[in-house]
């Protein structure tokens, strides 16, 4: 992939968030900021979340969830759009709108 699109915040790829450095084989993402900050969701440092780990572990049965239990479009000739905007926290300009559908067993 070209590192320039890896670069762009604003780029669609999920992949950033498997390593630190595209070179390295997939080292986990650090969300602890304990080497340098790029995102840091449960704070760092002494006081950082000591619940990160329940949380980690409910999101990503939550997210796996809702891919496995429901089937997502987009809504016809509505990109998704990924600019954003500040208000309390940084939020989506233009907020995803979504079919969300149960799927069928
Ligand atoms: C998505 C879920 C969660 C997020 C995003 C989150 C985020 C945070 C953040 C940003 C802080 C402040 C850290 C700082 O001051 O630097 C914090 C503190 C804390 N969180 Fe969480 N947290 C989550 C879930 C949880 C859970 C599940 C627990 C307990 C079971 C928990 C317990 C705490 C406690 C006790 C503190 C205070 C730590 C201190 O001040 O020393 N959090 N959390």
Same mark, same amino acid.
């Given at each position: 992939m070209d590192p320039k699109v890896w670069e762009n915040p604003m780029a669609f790829v999920p992949d950033r968030?498997?390593?630190?450095?595209?070179n390295d084989g997939g080292k986990v993402f650090d969300i602890t900021g304990s080497g340098e900050?790029? *995102? *840091?969701?449960? &704070? #760092? &440092?002494?006081?950082?979340?000591? &619940?990160?780990g329940l949380a980690m572990l409910?999101?990503?049965?939550?997210? #796996?969830?809702? #891919?496995?239990?429901?089937e997502w479009k987009i809504v016809?000739?509505?990109d998704v759009d990924?600019?954003?905007?500040?208000?309390?926290? @940084? @939020? *989506?300009?233009?907020?995803l709108l979504a079919h969300v559908c149960p799927r069928l067993r």
């Open positions: 968030f498997l390593s630190n450095d595209i900050i790029k *995102m *840091m969701p449960f &704070g #760092a &440092g002494r006081r950082i979340c000591p &619940g990160l409910n999101l990503e049965y939550f997210v #796996a969830n809702l #891919a496995w239990f429901f016809d000739r509505v990924l600019e954003e905007k500040h208000e309390f926290t @940084v @939020v *989506m300009k233009n907020p």
